[in-house]
T-cell receptor
Framework: GESVGLHLPTLSVQEGDNSIINCAYSNSASDYFIWYKQESGKGPQFIIDIRSNMDKRQGQRVTVLLNKTVKHLSLQIAATQPGDSAVYFCAESGNSNSGYALNFGKGTSLLVTP | EADIYQTPRYLVIGTGKKITLECSQTMGHDKMYWYQQDPGMELHLIHYSYGVNSTEKGDLSSESTVSRIRTEHFPLTLESARPSHTSQYLC?????????FGPGTRLTVL
């Protein structure tokens, strides 16, 4: 089937620096993308989403960039804090309005060092 | 914080036992999902539901079954647990777009 994958399995950043987590997808019909944060022992937590008619969306300290030409998605976290340490998953869906089940990537572990 | 609940949070059980993992949401979402996740790995969809009396199998083959008699409730049942069922089971719900996840049930089958 179609795949969603992440470029790096682990990322270590210093507190206060900006973090960038990348994701590649292969389904050209994907029109809805989400980033989730998962802390140890917890379920994934919704961070930010973006639809395919946009190429950038900003939230609080986070920005998602979508490049449909190369099927690439990234999550930028500004001024990374220790509480940002977690595993981050990108997920995609072929239908943004019907809530179709999501296809998840493998996850990137973000470690924030003091 | 999403209003979706899972019980039990942790379960250790012997081979051959029948178990039911509970999932409830108070958001009135039509769509609900069950995912299986091994430690450090991606989530795999095992069941989903579009609404009451609707259940569908996901991408990952599973020996579990689900039911959706009420909008807010989506239990998952294993008729005969095996060690290969040891994993984390995550329930989610959505109205449109993003899914909201429960805390998960970590199942260990001895």
């Amino acid at each position: 089937g179609e795949s969603v994958g992440l470029h790096l399995p682990t990322l270590s950043v210093q507190e206060g620096d900006n973090s960038i987590i990348n994701c590649a997808y292969s389904n050209s019909a994907s029109d809805y993308f989400i980033w989730y944060k998962q802390e140890s022992g917890k379920g994934p937590q919704f961070i930010i989403d973006i639809r395919s008619n946009m190429d950038k969306r900003q939230g609080q300290r986070v920005t998602v960039l979508l490049n449909k030409t190369v099927k690439h998605l990234s999550l930028q976290i500004a001024a990374t804090q220790p509480g940002d340490s977690a595993v981050y998953f990108c997920a995609e869906s072929g239908n943004s309005n019907s809530g179709y089940a999501l296809n998840f990537g493998k996850g990137t572990s973000l470690l924030v060092t003091p | 914080e999403a209003d979706i609940y899972q019980t039990p949070r942790y379960l250790v059980i012997g081979t051959g036992k029948k178990i039911t993992l509970e999932c409830s949401q108070t958001m009135g979402h039509d769509k609900m999902y069950w995912y299986q996740q091994d430690p450090g790995m991606e989530l795999h969809l095992i069941h989903y539901s579009y609404g009451v009396n609707s259940t569908e199998k996901g991408d990952l083959s599973s020996e579990s079954t689900v039911s959706r008699i009420r909008t807010e409730h989506f239990p998952l049942t294993l008729e005969s647990a095996r060690p290969s069922h040891t994993s984390q089971y995550l329930c989610a719900s959505s109205l449109a777009g993003g899914q909201f996840f429960g805390p998960g049930t970590r199942l260990t089958v001895l």
